[in-house]
């Protein structure tokens, strides 16, 4: 139970809307101007704000001014039409929904239901970024370079807002991974998350998945069918490829992100709609537009929080990490455990990935495969491009380890007497390792067969 404020010039208007938020166990209170809901907020915190846009005595951001006021108060914003403008000021002001009015009682309802207060989500949030640090994994994402690091603070930004995004990027980046976070770290996270390929649907079909039809409507069609916009109700729908949807259809989906509403094919009923729209492409949008492969006014809509995802070739160290990750994954569907040797590592970082890290994984399922032994090795992995340098073995230069031990020019060799506790071993062995790959995190676990947590905690224990 909550305690919610509506802020509504229409008193009918913010009767009704009391009404259904009380029905779901609220408190309620009802203020008609700017003025009026600041001394209801002095006189009690609300956990929900229900915002009208356009109020008798200012805008309804006027009252948005004392931040700290309302640090863990869910937004919730009420207006005729979900501009590009309010989209963009509400992301700014963390706004966590929009209700288009007419209000439809299904939506508030449903808007109910994933009330999460924004301590909560902050609290949540930290737990992922702690996860990272150990591990390197950032939900289904994986990498600690600086552009996916940047790319991490954009998804923590934008998720907890309901605005659009759309995800750049060249194919096998990721795009739907990122999609995915943005929808698990959402307030919609218990609601489908469902992915269209635009590119992969029949263009004589893609209207019918996509909005659904009446049975009759087409030859073939013998039942009725929910398009993805009804089966994703209340969740994330994630509109891959996006500029490869026909013009005809850029329109409808213009409209639904305008007004929240569509028809089935062959309807003349007017269907409401719960969704956030996350988009993406491979391809330049600039260009794209100029040659009329989208609509400009839908990209605005669609573009007001962009995420640009990096290739692989310009993720450095991200290569062996989300390399060793496909391994263990491997290991565990697969049974027994490969390794990488330092060479089989240093090709993999050499190569320039065109088909990113969807050819990554390819490589390492083929590589798996082919190793006879507990060691891969360069034999199965691709050549580097013509002319790139080779890459040199970590450790190579005779450094000493942090235990202590020299370790030769040249060599892997780490001596220890008869009769060392097994503990000692064990921190000599990781500190030796950890020494000889540069002090490479993601080498060191790969070399040693252990996750990325394992060396993490070992590394604060011997305080490296």
């Not at 591990?135 to 990498?143: E, V």
């Not at 809509?301 to 995420?307: A, E």
């Not at 199965?380 to 030769?408: C, E, I, K």
């Amino acid at each position: 139970m909550g305690h919610a404020l509506i802020v509504e010039d229409d008193e009918d208007s913010a009767r009704m809307i009391g009404a259904l938020i009380a029905r779901e166990g609220h408190t309620v209170m009802s203020a008609h101007s700017i003025a009026a809901a600041r001394r209801m907020l002095a006189m009690q915190r609300a956990d929900l704000l229900l915002l009208d846009l356009h109020l008798p005595d200012g805008n309804g951001f006027d009252l948005l001014d004392d931040a700290e006021a309302l640090k863990d108060t869910v937004l919730v914003l009420m207006t005729g039409q979900a501009s590009l403008e309010t989209s963009i000021r509400g992301l700014r002001l963390g706004a966590a929904d929009y209700l288009v009015k007419p209000i439809n009682p299904q939506h508030l309802k449903g808007l109910l239901s994933r009330l999460i207060a924004p301590s909560q989500l902050r609290a949540e949030l930290d737990e992922v970024q702690e996860l990272w640090r150990e591990t390197g994994h950032f939900g289904h994402l994986i990498g600690r370079s600086q552009p996916m690091q940047r790319v991490y603070r954009q998804i923590s930004r934008v998720a907890g807002t309901a605005v659009s995004v759309f995800i750049h990027g060249e194919s096998g980046t990721g795009k739907e991974l990122v999609a995915r976070a943005v929808h698990d770290m959402s307030r919609r996270r218990e609601q489908p998350f469902l992915a269209v390929n635009c590119g992969a649907l029949s263009p004589h079909l893609i209207e019918s998945e996509i909005f659904g039809h009446e049975r009759g409507s087409f030859t073939g069609a013998e039942r009725q069918h929910q398009g993805f916009f009804e089966r994703a109700h209340g969740g994330t729908l994630f509109l891959d490829e996006v500029t490869e949807m026909p013009p005809e259809l850029q329109v409808k989906l213009l409209r639904v992100l305008e007004s929240g509403t569509f028809m089935r094919v062959g309807s003349t009923q007017v269907q409401q709609t719960d969704v956030r729209i996350i988009a993406a492409t491979n391809r330049d949008t600039t260009e794209a537009v100029a040659q009329g492969a989208v609509r400009e006014d839908l990209l605005y809509r669609l573009n007001v929080f962009p995420i640009s995802l990096p290739p692989l070739r310009e993720r450095g160290e991200d290569v062996v990490l989300i390399a060793t990750s496909f391994l263990q994954d491997l290991a565990r569907q697969e049974g027994g455990a490969k390794r990488f040797t330092p060479g089989a590592l240093a090709r993999l970082q050499a190569y320039p990935w065109p088909g990113n890290v969807r050819e990554l994984r390819n490589v390492v399922q083929r590589a798996w495969v082919m190793a006879s032994g507990t060691d891969i090795d360069e034999e199965w992995l691709p050549a580097p491009a013509a002319g790139t340098p080779p890459s040199p073995a970590p450790g190579a230069d005779g450094r000493r380890d942090a235990a202590g031990d020299m370790l030769a020019p040249g060599t892997n060799r780490l001596v220890v007497e008869v009769g060392t506790q097994l503990a000692e071993i064990e921190r000599r062995v990781i500190l030796a390792t950890y020494e000889h790959c540069g002090r490479h995190k993601e080498r060191t676990a790969a070399l040693l067969g252990i996750s990325m947590k394992t060396l993490y905690n070992r590394l604060k224990e011997y305080r490296q």
